[in-house]
Protein backbone atom coordinates (compact mmCIF):
# COMPACT_ATOMS: atom_id res chain seq x y z
CA UNK A 1 0.00 0.00 0.00
CA UNK A 2 1.59 3.19 -1.35
CA UNK A 3 -1.12 6.15 -0.03
CA UNK A 4 -2.00 7.15 3.84
CA UNK A 5 -3.91 10.03 5.66
CA UNK A 6 -3.05 11.20 8.31
CA UNK A 7 -5.97 12.80 10.64
CA UNK A 8 -4.85 15.12 13.15
CA UNK A 9 -7.38 15.36 15.89
CA UNK A 10 -7.19 16.92 19.36
CA UNK A 11 -8.33 14.89 22.13
CA UNK A 12 -11.78 15.76 22.87
CA UNK A 13 -11.40 17.06 26.06
CA UNK A 14 -14.21 19.77 27.29
CA UNK A 15 -12.94 23.34 27.54
CA UNK A 16 -10.14 22.16 25.48
CA UNK A 17 -12.05 21.95 21.65
CA UNK A 18 -13.72 24.30 19.58
CA UNK A 19 -12.88 27.44 22.06
CA UNK A 20 -13.84 30.10 19.75
CA UNK A 21 -17.56 28.62 19.17
CA UNK A 22 -17.37 27.83 22.77
CA UNK A 23 -17.05 31.50 23.39
CA UNK A 24 -20.37 31.29 21.33
CA UNK A 25 -22.81 28.64 22.63
CA UNK A 26 -20.91 27.52 25.80
CA UNK A 27 -18.36 24.22 26.13
CA UNK A 28 -20.66 21.89 26.72
CA UNK A 29 -22.57 22.69 23.03
CA UNK A 30 -18.79 22.65 21.58
CA UNK A 31 -17.46 19.70 22.79
CA UNK A 32 -21.07 17.85 21.34
CA UNK A 33 -20.03 19.62 17.69
CA UNK A 34 -16.20 18.33 18.13
CA UNK A 35 -17.51 14.95 18.99
CA UNK A 36 -19.91 15.03 16.06
CA UNK A 37 -16.58 16.20 13.40
CA UNK A 38 -14.45 13.58 14.30
CA UNK A 39 -17.51 10.99 13.72
CA UNK A 40 -17.92 12.84 10.75
CA UNK A 41 -13.89 12.17 10.18
CA UNK A 42 -13.76 9.28 11.00
CA UNK A 43 -16.87 7.97 9.19
CA UNK A 44 -15.27 9.69 5.76
CA UNK A 45 -12.15 7.96 5.72
CA UNK A 46 -12.89 4.57 7.15
CA UNK A 47 -13.53 2.89 4.12
CA UNK A 48 -10.52 4.20 1.93
CA UNK A 49 -8.16 2.08 1.35
CA UNK A 50 -5.07 3.61 2.14
CA UNK A 51 -2.61 3.57 5.20
CA UNK A 52 -4.97 5.51 8.29
CA UNK A 53 -3.05 7.10 10.70
CA UNK A 54 -5.03 9.34 13.62
CA UNK A 55 -2.79 11.74 15.49
CA UNK A 56 -3.59 13.55 18.50
CA UNK A 57 -2.78 16.16 21.30
CA UNK A 58 -2.82 14.50 24.43
CA UNK A 59 -2.75 10.83 25.02
CA UNK A 60 -4.12 8.03 22.97
CA UNK A 61 -7.72 6.75 23.09
CA UNK A 62 -8.81 3.49 22.33
CA UNK A 63 -12.41 4.80 22.06
CA UNK A 64 -11.42 6.97 19.19
CA UNK A 65 -11.69 5.43 15.65
CA UNK A 66 -11.17 2.01 15.45
CA UNK A 67 -8.53 0.00 15.14
CA UNK A 68 -7.69 0.27 11.58
CA UNK A 69 -5.85 3.99 12.70
CA UNK A 70 -2.38 3.36 14.11
CA UNK A 71 -2.79 5.92 16.84
CA UNK A 72 0.44 8.57 17.33
CA UNK A 73 1.11 11.55 19.35
CA UNK A 74 1.54 15.08 17.94
CA UNK A 75 4.82 16.24 18.69
CA UNK A 76 6.28 19.81 18.05
CA UNK A 77 6.25 23.43 19.10
CA UNK A 78 3.73 24.85 17.05
CA UNK A 79 1.15 23.14 13.96
CA UNK A 80 4.10 23.77 10.87
CA UNK A 81 6.46 20.95 13.85
CA UNK A 82 4.12 18.74 14.53
CA UNK A 83 2.83 18.52 11.01
CA UNK A 84 5.92 17.80 9.24
CA UNK A 85 7.16 15.41 11.80
CA UNK A 86 4.06 13.58 11.04
CA UNK A 87 4.73 13.10 7.65
CA UNK A 88 8.18 12.53 8.16
CA UNK A 89 7.59 9.37 10.51
CA UNK A 90 4.79 7.93 8.28
CA UNK A 91 7.07 7.98 5.11
CA UNK A 92 9.88 6.08 6.87
CA UNK A 93 6.81 3.73 7.10
CA UNK A 94 7.54 3.14 3.14
CA UNK A 95 4.16 5.39 2.14
CA UNK A 96 4.60 8.02 -0.75
CA UNK A 97 1.46 9.28 -1.23
CA UNK A 98 0.16 11.13 2.00
CA UNK A 99 -3.02 13.48 2.58
CA UNK A 100 -3.05 15.09 6.22
CA UNK A 101 -6.47 16.60 6.80
CA UNK A 102 -8.01 17.79 10.16
CA UNK A 103 -11.19 17.64 11.27
CA UNK A 104 -13.03 20.89 11.25
CA UNK A 105 -14.53 20.29 7.82
CA UNK A 106 -18.28 19.21 7.25
CA UNK A 107 -18.23 19.63 3.56
CA UNK A 108 -15.00 16.98 3.36
CA UNK A 109 -15.88 13.11 1.95
CA UNK A 110 -14.40 10.05 0.11
CA UNK A 111 -14.53 11.38 -3.10
CA UNK A 112 -12.90 14.83 -2.07
CA UNK A 113 -9.75 12.82 -0.33
CA UNK A 114 -9.90 9.81 -3.30
CA UNK A 115 -9.21 13.07 -6.30
CA UNK A 116 -6.59 14.70 -3.86
CA UNK A 117 -4.58 11.08 -4.00
CA UNK A 118 -5.41 11.00 -7.79
CA UNK A 119 -3.93 14.54 -8.16
CA UNK A 120 -1.01 13.56 -6.55
CA UNK A 121 -0.03 11.35 -9.64
CA UNK A 122 0.75 14.60 -11.51
CA UNK A 123 1.35 17.26 -9.24
CA UNK A 124 3.90 17.38 -5.96
CA UNK A 125 1.40 18.67 -3.78
CA UNK A 126 -2.51 18.59 -3.35
CA UNK A 127 -4.27 21.66 -1.41
CA UNK A 128 -8.37 21.65 -0.47
CA UNK A 129 -8.52 25.54 0.30
CA UNK A 130 -10.97 26.64 2.97
CA UNK A 131 -12.66 29.91 2.39
CA UNK A 132 -10.94 31.98 5.32
CA UNK A 133 -7.42 31.44 3.87
CA UNK A 134 -6.22 28.48 5.45
CA UNK A 135 -6.35 24.50 3.85
CA UNK A 136 -8.11 21.35 5.27
CA UNK A 137 -6.11 19.15 3.28
CA UNK A 138 -2.58 18.82 2.08
CA UNK A 139 -1.08 15.87 0.38
CA UNK A 140 2.77 15.19 -1.01
CA UNK A 141 4.98 12.53 -2.06
CA UNK A 142 8.10 13.67 0.00
CA UNK A 143 8.37 15.51 3.17
CA UNK A 144 8.78 19.66 2.55
CA UNK A 145 10.22 21.58 5.46
CA UNK A 146 9.67 24.88 3.30
CA UNK A 147 5.94 24.36 3.34
CA UNK A 148 5.79 24.41 7.44
CA UNK A 149 8.45 26.60 8.38
CA UNK A 150 7.76 29.98 9.46
CA UNK A 151 4.17 30.16 8.53
CA UNK A 152 1.91 31.93 11.33
CA UNK A 153 -0.96 29.54 11.49
CA UNK A 154 -4.74 30.44 11.11
CA UNK A 155 -4.13 33.37 9.55
CA UNK A 156 -6.20 34.10 5.94
CA UNK A 157 -2.09 34.04 4.36
CA UNK A 158 -1.69 30.46 5.59
CA UNK A 159 -3.23 29.09 1.55
CA UNK A 160 -1.10 31.82 -0.26
CA UNK A 161 2.08 31.85 1.70
CA UNK A 162 1.90 27.77 1.17
CA UNK A 163 1.86 28.40 -2.72
CA UNK A 164 3.58 30.71 -3.13
CA UNK A 165 6.33 28.66 -1.66
CA UNK A 166 5.79 25.60 -3.82
CA UNK A 167 6.14 27.66 -6.95
CA UNK A 168 8.76 29.67 -5.80
CA UNK A 169 10.38 26.08 -5.37
CA UNK A 170 9.03 25.07 -9.06
CA UNK A 171 6.65 22.42 -8.41
CA UNK A 172 3.47 21.72 -9.12
CA UNK A 173 0.60 21.47 -7.45
CA UNK A 174 -3.38 20.75 -7.63
CA UNK A 175 -6.03 22.87 -5.64
CA UNK A 176 -8.92 21.18 -4.86
CA UNK A 177 -12.69 22.56 -4.46
CA UNK A 178 -12.80 25.09 -1.26
CA UNK A 179 -14.68 24.35 1.71
CA UNK A 180 -15.49 25.60 4.82
CA UNK A 181 -14.44 24.63 8.30
CA UNK A 182 -16.48 25.05 11.68
CA UNK A 183 -14.00 27.65 13.87
CA UNK A 184 -17.07 29.67 15.28
CA UNK A 185 -20.64 30.22 15.88
CA UNK A 186 -21.43 31.88 12.09
CA UNK A 187 -19.24 29.05 10.05
CA UNK A 188 -22.16 26.68 12.35
CA UNK A 189 -24.65 28.61 10.60
CA UNK A 190 -23.66 28.60 7.58
CA UNK A 191 -22.36 24.87 6.97
CA UNK A 192 -25.74 24.03 8.72
CA UNK A 193 -23.76 21.25 10.55
CA UNK A 194 -25.50 19.91 13.81
Same mark, same amino acid.
Given at each position: ???A?I???K ?10 L?AD ?7 D ?5 L???H???K ?5 KF?Y??E?K?E???D ?6 L ?8 R??R? =???? =? ?17 N ?7 FE??N?N??V????D ?11 T?A?? =?E ?7 E?L????K??EK????H??L ?10 D ?5 F?
Open positions: MKEIVFANPVKGNVKTRAIGIDKAHIYVKLKHTDITDLECGLLTRDQLFGNYRQEQNGPDLGEMKA =FDEV =FKKGFRKILIIGTDCPGLPEIINTAKLEDFLGPTDGGYYLLGMKKSYL =FDIVWSTEVSETVRINKKSFLNKLKDIDDLELQKTGV
